[in-house]
Antibody, heavy 118, light 107 residues
Framework: QVQLVESGGGVVQPGRSLRLSCAAS????????MHWVRQPPGKGLEWVAF????????QHVDSVMGRFTISRDNSKNTLYLQMNSLRTEDTAVYFCVRGPVRWPFDVWGQGTMVTVSS | DIQMTQSPSSLSASVGDRVIITCRASQDISNYLAWYQQKLGKVPKLLIYEASTLQSGVPSRFSGSGSGTDFTLTISSLQPEDVATYFC?????????FGQGTTVEIK
């Protein structure tokens, strides 16, 4: 079945780095645009980043620009989010999501929790 | 960037009531509007896309309408299992902004 499984979350101190991974299965990963979406505890959803099917086009929300980088390895059916210079306000559940260009988010991972705290 | 504004932020209604949630975009997004349902502690689920197309498996009591800047999500007869937070989202381009959410409770 179509599935996205995130990993890599955890507790990290402010200023440190973390890399999230998302393993895709059950669909043609290399043909699909992918996103990261986050949700701080008790709050709403925030789109974080997008990468095109072939990795040539990436976009990030302003609040993470220059700190976070989305990437993918189509040979491994895996999506990544490299998070540097983490801040307490980055604390959230991070979801990996399938979302081709001009198509809604139809497949979501279960999420991985990132806690930034000293 | 285009802003998405939902109203109300929360509502309480009785089982069987008709519930309407609105979403307004700060600029024209045509019909690139989706609605998601998120139950407590669960992953968001796509309900409606293209403003009015029901995702497969979604009960027919859910419906969507609108185009351009003004959109609505309607639950024709509220059921206990509909208790959740509902989010609208534009997806014509990035950033794929979400509305702030509407929490629906049973009175």
């Amino acid at each position: 079945q179509v599935q996205l499984v995130e990993s890599g979350g955890g507790v990290v101190q402010p200023g440190r780095s973390l890399r999230l991974s998302c393993a895709a299965s059950g669909f043609t990963f290399s043909s699909s645009g992918m996103h990261w979406v986050r949700q701080p505890p008790g709050k709403g959803l925030e789109w974080v980043a997008f990468i095109s099917f072939d990795g040539t086009n990436t976009q990030h929300v302003d609040s993470v620009m220059g700190r976070f980088t989305i990437s993918r390895d189509n040979s491994k059916n895996t999506l990544y989010l490299q998070m540097n210079s983490l801040r307490t306000e980055d604390t959230a559940v991070y979801f990996c999501v399938r979302g081709p260009v001009r198509w809604p988010f139809d497949v979501w991972g279960q999420g991985t929790m990132v806690t930034v705290s000293s | 960037d285009i802003q998405m504004t939902q109203s109300p932020s929360s509502l309480s209604a009785s089982v069987g009531d008709r519930v309407i949630i609105t979403c307004r975009a700060s600029q024209d997004i045509s019909n690139y509007l989706a609605w998601y349902q998120q139950k407590l502690g669960k992953v968001p689920k796509l309900l409606i896309y293209e403003a009015s197309t029901l995702q497969s498996g979604v009960p027919s009591r859910f419906s969507g309408s609108g185009s351009g800047t003004d959109f609505t999500l309607t639950i024709s007869s509220l059921q206990p299992e509909d208790v959740a937070t509902y989010f609208c989202q534009k997806y014509n381009n990035s950033p794929r902004t979400f509305g702030q959410g509407t929490t629906v409770e049973i009175k």
